[in-house]
């Protein structure tokens, strides 16, 4: 049974950092896609970032590229989320996400944290 489980949210100030981790448990697979994707009150979720554990290239949407880094420790099964120069705007609840086709992981499927609030003021 594959569980994630993120933590590291928190309250900060404009232009500060945060760094989300989302430990990863139960999965078999040798490579899977694993993303970070946040929620707006009221709006769907849509994706900030995106990776394949075996490496290759990662996806960012476009209001976080060059403040917000994922990165992973495999032997930790961590995957993780810098977010330095936070904005208001950034203020959402976080969540992660993992399968091994990112396709899946991009229509919201896959397995999913519970997630992690992040406000920014």
């Known amino acids: 049974h594959v569980q994630l489980v993120e933590s590291g949210g928190g309250s900060v100030q404009a232009g500060g950092s945060l760094r989300l981790s989302c430990a990863a448990s139960?999965?078999?697979?040798?490579?899977?896609?694993m993303g970070w994707f946040r929620q707006f009150p009221g709006k769907e979720r849509e994706v900030v970032a995106a990776?394949?554990?075996?490496?290759?290239?990662?996806y960012y949407a476009d209001s976080v590229k060059g403040r917000f880094a994922i990165s992973q420790d495999d032997a930790k099964r961590t995957m993780y989320l810098q977010m330095n120069n936070l904005k208001p705007e950034d203020t959402a609840m976080y969540y992660c996400?993992?399968?091994?086709?990112?396709?899946?992981?991009?229509?919201?499927?896959?397995?999913w944290g519970q997630g992690t609030q992040v406000t920014v003021s």
């Open positions: 996400a993992a399968h091994q086709d990112c396709k899946v992981v991009a229509g919201f499927g896959g397995y």
């Open positions: 139960g999965y078999t697979a040798s490579s899977y896609c």
């Open positions: 990776m394949y554990t075996s490496g290759g290239n990662t």
